[in-house]
Nanobody, 117 residues
């Protein structure tokens, strides 16, 4: 079993920055990719950023140029550096891990990010 624990969510003013962390523990299989999703009230969960095991990254258009995803493979940890935050970035942010070959997904419990105007 894999556990994903997120941290770093907070209340911040517009224009501010936050860094989210997600640490994977347990029986960690071969990882295909790790990423961040978010879900705002009344909206569907959406992909924010993803990083593959090879280091390739992809971002949602709404965060490109403001957010940076990175990964420490030795620590099985993925980070999301969020700069120039906007009120529309307010959401619960979830960490995701995709297992190589099976495609099985694991999710963290979520961390709240609130951006005030």
């Amino acid at each position: 079993q894999v556990q994903l624990v997120e941290s770093g969510g907070d209340l911040v003013q517009a224009g501010g920055s936050l860094r989210l962390s997600c640490a994977a523990s347990g029986s960690i299989p071969s990882i295909s990719a790790m990423g961040w999703y978010r879900q705002a009230p009344g909206k569907e969960r959406e992909l924010v950023a993803i990083i593959t095991n090879g280091g390739s990254t992809s971002y949602a258009g709404s965060v490109k140029g403001r957010f940076t995803i990175s990964r420490d493979n030795a620590k099985n940890t993925v980070y999301l550096q969020m700069n120039s935050l906007k009120p529309e970035d307010t959401a619960v942010y979830y960490c995701n891990l995709v297992v190589r070959n099976t495609g099985r997904n694991y999710w963290g419990q979520g961390t709240q990010v609130t951006v005030s105007s």
